[in-house]
Nanobody, 122 residues
Framework: QAQFVESGGGLVQAGDSLRLSCAASGRPFSSHVIGWFRQVPGREREFVAAIRWGGGRTYYADSVKARFTISRDTASNAVTLQMNSLKPEDTATYYC???????????????WGQGTQVTVSS
């Protein structure tokens, strides 16, 4: 069972970019979907983007579509979230996890990493 470690968060200004990385300790199965979620204190974990390991089909929340890009590197077992045109409302802790199929509900995912903080100042 793959475990995940997120990295790449930081403090940026509105309009800047960040690149988050999700490193898997093991190789996901081709049917697995790796998802990025984000969470702010007091709110539920929110779906951001996901990618199917086999084939690379991608999925995005409407709030990040056209600004964020998710991709995978099958050689290094890593998933990257390129975040452009960041907004203050993107401020959150970002997590990655794995699911057996595409879903936007956090409870369908497992093997959550520790998260990486993204803070966007206005």
């Amino acid at each position: 069972q793959a475990q995940f470690v997120e990295s790449g968060g930081g403090l940026v200004q509105a309009g800047d970019s960040l690149r988050l990385s999700c490193a898997a300790s093991g190789r996901p199965f081709s049917s697995h979907v790796i998802g990025w979620f984000r969470q702010v204190p007091g709110r539920e974990r929110e779906f951001v983007a996901a990618i199917r390991w086999g084939g690379g089909r991608t999925y995005y929340a409407d709030s990040v579509k056209a600004r964020f890009t998710i991709s995978r590197d099958t050689a290094s077992n890593a998933v990257t979230l390129q975040m452009n045109s960041l907004k203050p409302e993107d401020t959150a802790t970002y997590y990655c996890a794995v699911a057996n199929g595409y879903d936007t509900v956090a409870t369908s995912y497992r093997s959550w990493g520790q998260g990486t903080q993204v803070t966007v100042s206005s």
